[in-house]
């Protein structure tokens, strides 16, 4: 069975800070990682996919990174500003399209 | 561009009530449906996916149901409310089982 943990639980940085959010997953035959991040109270915004046979997808301040052999994914965010205050959550693809989600880094930029 | 709905943005139902929530995806055709729901201290769950009208897969054993009447129409149901049953319900489409999936506004619950 699928387990996906997520690394800090929380983080406070101040702005401009390049900052690194890990998740690790159980089971290496996911079929893609997705990335997304949860405003309080809303529903959530899709940032980046990885499909399996891929090693990074970039887009932006945002660069994310999968080594399945490992079970690791890492969210890389450059010169991080306020409004990328968050909780961040990563998740694995099974064929079904069936993701399978960490609880979240909750990520706190300060000005 | 394609747009997700759900309503209610919020419900309060007594323990024992009937629940239907609802979920429309526009300006795609045969898309893949998903219903999370979000629990207070847990992470996200997978409810139940769709691949088409009619097709229904459940991943866990639970008080609900889902139902597609309708290529771009997603109902969770409940015949019972429980407690336990409360939570942050997210409808999700995705144009294929391994693209990326769009989430809708959500319904927060609240079972009394």
């Known amino acids: 069975k699928q387990e996906v943990t997520q690394i800090p639980a929380a983080l406070s940085v101040p702005e401009g800070e390049n900052l690194v959010l890990n998740c690790s997953f159980t089971?290496?035959?996911?079929?893609?990682l997705q990335w997304f991040r949860q405003d309080p109270g809303k529903g959530l915004t899709s940032l980046l996919l990885i499909q399996s046979s891929q090693r990074e997808q970039t887009s932006g301040r945002l660069n994310a990174s999968l080594d399945k052999s490992s079970g690791r994914s890492t969210l890389y965010i450059a010169a991080s500003q306020p409004g990328d205050s968050a909780t961040y959550l990563c998740?694995?693809?099974?064929?079904?399209?069936?993701?399978?989600f960490g609880k979240g880094t909750k990520l706190s930029v300060k000005p | 561009s394609q747009t997700i709905h759900q309503w209610p943005a919020t419900l309060v139902q007594p323990v024992g009530s009937p629940l239907s929530l609802e979920c429309t995806v526009e300006g795609t055709s045969n898309p893949n449906l998903y219903w999370y729901r979000q629990a207070a201290g847990r992470g996200l769950q997978l409810l139940f996916y769709?691949?088409?009208?009619?097709?229904i897969s459940s991943e866990v054993p639970q008080n609900l149901s889902a139902s597609r009447p309708q290529d771009r129409q997603f109902i969770l149901s409940s015949k019972k409310l429980l407690l336990s049953d409360s939570g942050f319900y997210l409808c999700?489409?995705?144009?294929?089982?391994?693209?990326?999936?769009?989430f809708g506004p959500g319904t927060r619950l609240l079972v009394l």
């Open positions: 999700a489409w995705s144009k294929g089982p391994r693209q990326t999936q769009y």
């Open positions: 998740a694995g693809g099974g064929s079904q399209g069936n993701l399978i």
């Open positions: 089971d290496s035959a996911i079929y893609n």
């Open positions: 769709s691949v088409g009208i009619g097709q």
